[in-house]
């Protein structure tokens, strides 16, 4: 009886999102030729993106802002001045962006 083979598919692999240790895809594959001689050669990017996903808040108790600016935690709209930013450490903890100079109070108001 014949073994089955398994292939893996991409959403088999790890997901890189995670800032694992992979190593970049490769941008070009080419080579370099003198004659007889063949040089394989491979470009890799030379820097890696790295941006923070952040979170609407509401700035009175940093609760987390819906799509339609609704807090998620009371269910009340919340005034477009009341909003913050802010990066989910985690679960339901954050660290909020705070404009530099303004008057703005980084600490939850409830």
């Not at 890189?16 to 990017?45: C, E, M, Q």
């Not at 790295?50 to 339609?68: M, Q």
Request: charged letters at 30%; one cysteine or more; proline letters at 5%.
């Amino acid at each position: 009886m014949a073994k089955k083979r398994r292939t893996r598919r991409r959403s088999d692999l790890p997901d890189d999102s995670s800032g694992g240790n992979r190593a970049p895809r490769v941008l070009w594959k080419g080579a370099i030729t003198f004659g007889l001689v063949h040089i394989p050669v491979n470009l890799y990017p030379g820097a890696t993106a790295h941006a923070l996903d952040l979170d609407l808040l509401d700035k009175r108790d940093f609760a987390p802002i819906g799509y339609r600016r609704v807090n998620k935690r009371t269910g009340e709209e919340v005034a477009r001045e009341n909003i913050v930013k802010g990066y989910e450490y985690e679960d339901g903890e954050y660290v909020v962006q705070c404009e530099a100079g303004g008057n703005f109070s980084c600490r939850a108001n409830g």
